[in-house]
């Protein structure tokens, strides 16, 4: 810049000098002369703009990929999917809110007795354990201790165990009560540590527990099994001589298995009441109670898909077993509603059959596909509940029905065959959410 105003003024001074000696100088020479340096000056600022310009563009890069750089490893720390949920921005669970967690929910790990380990996967430990009452208000509250769960994360440094665990714990307390899903009862949080506490299920897993009556006397079959004989209509029915809920837990039969199956589904659509996928629904992950109703739990991997129909995840390494996952969300990473009910439709295999996976030693979608027109009717499933079953394992998912037609399809199977066990499920299930609603005097504040 200022050698364009030296030369502007070296301008004027030749113009002054031309019109006071116009013997000696030619004025044609000088104004040639003039123009020259004009451009010699326009071109030296333009140098010096396009200059600034690059440095300016050059800084912005570094700031641009120190940033991203920045960004990528919290996403590292926050995401275990690396993924953008396809839903409304104030529908995401903000995994970082967790030390804003209610006060009312915390209790220290001082309160809690671990007796022993039941469950062990390779990012969590399910322990059992008694807890101490927050604020007891007399000698009796002092001594009473309360049988819970107690979920922690194998290793407290890693990300994705950290992101997993604080997930699952934002999940359950936004999670409506309902007697057919896990109880929160509250949580500890110490240094790096997350442990969740739920309620305590005495039957423990619901795959370890049926699976115990696989050829046990302990097991009744009070289905009648009849011979289908030139496409006739099928035409199994139910004992009717005893058609009474035991609560032993040493005992099972086939008006249990109806009763979970209502359950399992009864619990489900409450989760997708509430706007969550489950993404990883098994027998393993459900819980069986002293008075046989059932728990859904394990929630690491649920997920709020807000006001759109489906939750989708850019991930294609999610750790869940291809014998639980529906063909779309291995296709596009989408999960629905219908996605939890092909697995639904696993429980329903492995509970029918008391344990035995349909897909089992299967790691290809093509053939769990293949593999269910070829599977036979496990031995203690009505053949109205198979064919219901297939139903949900429609390669289509919009032809799968939703969780509110699944229970009103028990409902009307119990109705049909004259099982009237609902009333008795009912009852129990009321029981169930008298205890939930108790939960909260065991964190209370006063």
């Known amino acids: 810049m200022d050698s364009l105003l030296f030369i502007l003024l070296l301008c004027v001074e030749l113009s002054n000098c031309a019109s006071g000696e116009n013997n000696n100088f030619d004025f044609e020479k000088q104004w040639k002369l003039i123009a020259v340096l004009l451009s010699v000056g326009i071109l030296i600022m333009l140098v010096v703009v396009v200059f600034l310009l690059c440095m300016i563009l050059m800084l912005n890069s570094q700031h641009t990929s120190s940033a991203r750089s920045s960004r990528s490893k919290q996403k590292t720390e926050t995401d275990v999917e690396s993924a953008t949920p396809m839903l409304p921005v104030e529908t995401v669970l903000d995994i970082e809110d967790v030390t804003g967690v209610n006060p009312i929910y915390k209790t220290k790990s001082s309160n809690l007795e671990i007796s022993r380990t039941i469950q062990t996967t390779s990012c969590h430990t399910i322990q059992r354990g008694k807890m101490k009452m927050w604020q007891p208000r007399n000698e009796e509250d002092r001594a009473r201790r309360l ?50 506490i ?47 809920l035991d609560s032993n837990l040493k005992v099972f039969c086939t008006f249990d298995l109806l009763s979970i199956s209502y ?35 394990n929630f690491s991997l649920a997920r709020p898909h807000g006001n759109n129909a489906y939750y989708r995840i850019n991930n294609v390494n999610l750790k869940i077993p291809i ?42 979608m093509k ?64 029981e169930a959410s008298r205890g939930q609603a108790e939960l909260v005097n065991w964190t209370r504040r006063q």
């Open 263 to 297: 359950q399992i589904c009864s619990g489900m659509k409450c989760l997708s009441g509430n706007s969550f996928v489950h993404r990883q629904l098994s027998l393993r992950n459900i819980f069986i109670t002293a008075n046989k109703t059932i728990r859904i739990g």
């Open 367 to 430: 053939k769990c596909l293949e593999r269910v027109g070829e599977l036979q009717k496990p031995e203690y499933c009505h053949q109205e509940i198979y064919d219901f079953m297939l139903t949900c394992w429609n390669a289509d998912q919009f032809k799968r029905p939703v969780f509110s037609k699944c229970v009103d399809f028990f409902e009307e199977h119990m109705k049909r065959f004259n099982v009237h066990i609902l009333e008795q499920i009912h009852i129990k299930l009321e």
């Open 198 to 244: 739920s309620e305590y299920c005495e039957g423990g897993s619901l795959l370890q527990f049926v699976k115990q009556f696989r050829g046990s006397r302990d097991f009744t079959d009070q289905l009648i099994h009849a011979r289908v004989e030139n496409n006739e209509q099928n035409t199994d029915s139910y004992n009717w001589n005893n058609q009474v």
């Open 323 to 364: 014998s639980h996952r529906a063909p779309e969300t291995l296709e596009d990473s989408r999960f629905v509603e219908q996605s939890d009910v092909w697995s639904f439709a696993v429980c329903l295999y492995e509970l029918y059959s008391l344990g035995e996976s349909p897909f089992d030693g299967l790691n290809d």
């Open 147 to 196: 049988r819970v769960f107690v979920k922690k994360m194998i290793d407290p440094n890693d990300p994705v165990q950290q992101t997993m665990i604080k997930q699952e714990l934002l999940t359950m307390i936004r999670l409506d009560k309902n007697p057919n899903i896990l109880a929160f009862v509250g949580n500890v949080m110490e240094g790096d540590q997350i442990s969740i």
